[in-house]
């Protein structure tokens, strides 16, 4: 079964700074899909980034952006130039190809500091 | 924008009391996912549907939970009777398509007394 591990449960940054969080996956399969997605205390699960697995190019998203390492099976989402906004819980998630069930990590809890 | 709509917003009950979720997925879209949140095991899977039959239901506790599609705009999710570790916040999504991401409804927040 595939698995979604993130390391850290918490982390912060200063407004404007940039910020990297973490998150390995488990997975026999070649080809599927890669998430991260922000949950305001709002509980709204807003898709934030997403990368295909037989891309190699990086997906990027504004002052969003990830770095996709398939051999390593990692996949770390960078936010540059944090704002208050920011601030909310990612969660990564797997999913395999087709239109399957997403797997989640436990999520890490992002504070942005003024 | 087309979104996933899921009610109630917040329902509180008590133990061994029906409580039923809505959900009615953007049109369109083939998929339905039920999943459930709570702090000590994070998101998951509970049940899904494609074209209203199930898939997968194994993440359900089959004794007391019941998942239905009765149509291509609803479907619903049943706990009878509920329990106090019934709660936790039971989010919808649906998507359609290979390589399209799913859509999240806002959830339903439920607490059993």
């Known amino acids: 079964a595939q698995t979604v591990t993130q390391s850290q449960p918490e982390m912060s940054v200063q407004e404007a700074e940039t910020v990297t969080l973490s998150c390995t996956y488990d997975?026999?399969?070649?080809?599927?899909?890669l998430f991260w997605y922000k949950q305001p205390p709002s509980r709204q699960m807003i898709l934030v980034i997403r990368?295909?697995?037989?891309?190699?190019q990086n997906a990027t998203e504004n002052r969003f952006s990830v770095n996709f390492q398939k051999a390593a099976k990692s996949f770390s989402l960078k936010i540059s130039d944090s704002q208050l906004g920011d601030a909310a819980m990612y969660f990564c998630?797997?999913?395999?190809?087709?239109?399957?069930?997403?797997?989640f990590g436990k999520g890490t809890r992002l504070s942005v500091i003024a | 924008d087309a979104r996933v709509t899921q009610t109630p917003r917040d329902k509180v009950t008590e133990m061994g009391q029906e409580v039923t979720m809505r959900c009615q997925p953007i049109?369109?879209?083939?998929?339905v996912f039920w999943y459930r949140q709570t702090m000590m095991q994070g998101l998951e899977l509970l049940a899904y549907?494609?074209?209203?039959?199930?898939?997968?239901d194994s993440g359900m506790p089959k004794d007391r939970f019941s998942a239905e599609m009765p149509d291509a705009t609803l479907a619903t999710l049943k706990i009878q009777p509920s329990e106090p570790r019934d709660s936790a916040v039971y989010f919808c999504?649906?998507?359609?398509?290979?390589?399209?991401?799913?859509?999240f409804g806002d959830g339903t927040r439920l607490s059993i007394l």
């Open positions: 999504a649906s998507g359609s398509g290979l390589h399209q991401p799913q859509h």
């Open positions: 997975t026999s399969e070649s080809d599927y899909y």
């Open positions: 990368q295909e697995a037989y891309k190699q």
């Open positions: 998630a797997y999913r395999r190809p087709g239109n399957t069930p997403l797997v």
């Open positions: 049109l369109g879209h083939n998929t």
């Open positions: 549907f494609r074209n209203r039959a199930p898939l997968d």
